[in-house]
């Protein structure tokens, strides 16, 4: 057992959020006014069977961890050492090789972030942006949407983000590492070693349960372009078998509902959840996976599978078929 399943299996968060929060039985679960919005009526729910709480006013939620990160303002490091304390549970020290991945771990998700406003302000800013911008509108999106999601443009340059990311401080290995730039074979003299992954594309943050962007789909602008949709490579934040987008967003709808929604698509997400359907979320450019299925295995046990009628549909939706059942004993519902 690692040091984090330890201290959550020694933490009742019932009883850690019951410090500050005055809690009231509520079936199984327990009810209290939310700590972080004003509320006169309790929407603050704990879940002891999940070990976790969500407040159906304001969307937060999460785990005891999550819990002392918002409440206390520290990073998840520091939440470990917190709960352990409490715990009685003793850290080792990390060794050399974790402190590194930790710190790796970190600037990467910067040069993420970094990105994604790079990214959204040729969006809404850039020149080059009115295409995407014009796209989008064609597709129905409104810009509250837009901006929900941080939709962004890639500009139709070589080199745009990764001048714009030198400029911020960020070295060349670390933006090869995060996926963003691709390391020229055959750099001329005097040219840049590396060039832009992302080039006049429209552009999807993609981002893990806490809401941090830790990679990117860029769908073509021309239609000479190929392939029509470019995610992220495998990076150590990124890897799109064990990814769904749009969970960040969509994972306190499908507590509250009890049933998830897979699409094919980002689009299909996005629009989705324009129109209320918060509950809907997609993998990226690939099959179903196993992963796919335990993240979701911790937020319900039904999931909707609502792929295109067509034979490559048909036969997406057989293949996701078989992997929930391999996976795990769940409810099935096909649409």
Request: proline share 5%; aromatic share 10%.
């Amino acid at each position: 057992m690692s040091a984090i399943e330890d201290v959550k299996s020694r933490i009742d968060i019932v009883e850690l959020i019951g410090q500050t929060v005055p809690l009231k039985k509520a079936g199984r679960n327990f009810k209290g006014l939310c700590p972080f919005h004003q509320e006169r009526t309790p929407s603050f729910i704990v879940f002891p069977e999940s070990q976790h709480f969500h407040c159906f006013g304001c969307g937060a939620s999460g785990d005891a961890f999550a819990w002392v990160m918002r409440t206390e303002n520290v990073d998840f490091a520091e939440a470990l050492r917190i709960l352990a304390r409490r715990a009685g549970v003793v850290l080792r020290p990390p060794t050399p090789q974790e402190q590194e991945s930790d710190r790796l771990r970190r600037r990467l998700l910067e040069i993420h972030a970094a990105a994604a406003r790079f990214f959204q302000n040729q969006l809404l800013y850039g020149e080059g942006g009115a295409g995407a911008r014009g796209y989008l509108e064609q597709r129905g999106l409104t810009p509250e949407t837009i901006a929900a999601f941080g939709l962004g443009y890639a500009p139709d340059r070589w080199d745009a983000l990764y001048s714009h990311l030198r400029e911020k401080g960020y070295g060349d290995t670390e933006l090869s590492t995060a996926g963003l730039v691709v390391e020229r074979e055959r750099a001329p003299a005097g040219e840049r070693p590396y060039y832009d992954r992302f080039r006049n594309r429209l552009i999807f943050p993609i981002r893990d349960l806490q809401g941090q962007v830790i990679g990117f789909g860029g769908r073509a602008l021309a239609e000479e372009q190929q392939p029509k949709y470019l995610n992220s490579p495998q990076t150590p934040l990124f890897d799109k078998s064990a990814v769904l987008y749009g969970l960040d967003r969509a994972a306190a709808a499908i507590r509250r509902e009890g049933r998830v929604i897979l699409v094919e698509g980002y689009f299909d997400v996005i629009v989705a959840h324009q129109y209320g359907f918060e509950n809907v979320v997609a993998p990226m450019g690939t099959a179903l996976t196993p992963a796919h299925v335990h993240l979701l295995k911790r937020l319900t046990r039904q999931i909707y599978l609502a792929l295109d009628a067509d034979a490559a549909g048909a036969m997406a939706m057989q293949r996701g078929v078989e992997v929930i059942q391999e996976a795990m004993d769940l409810s099935l519902i096909h649409i």
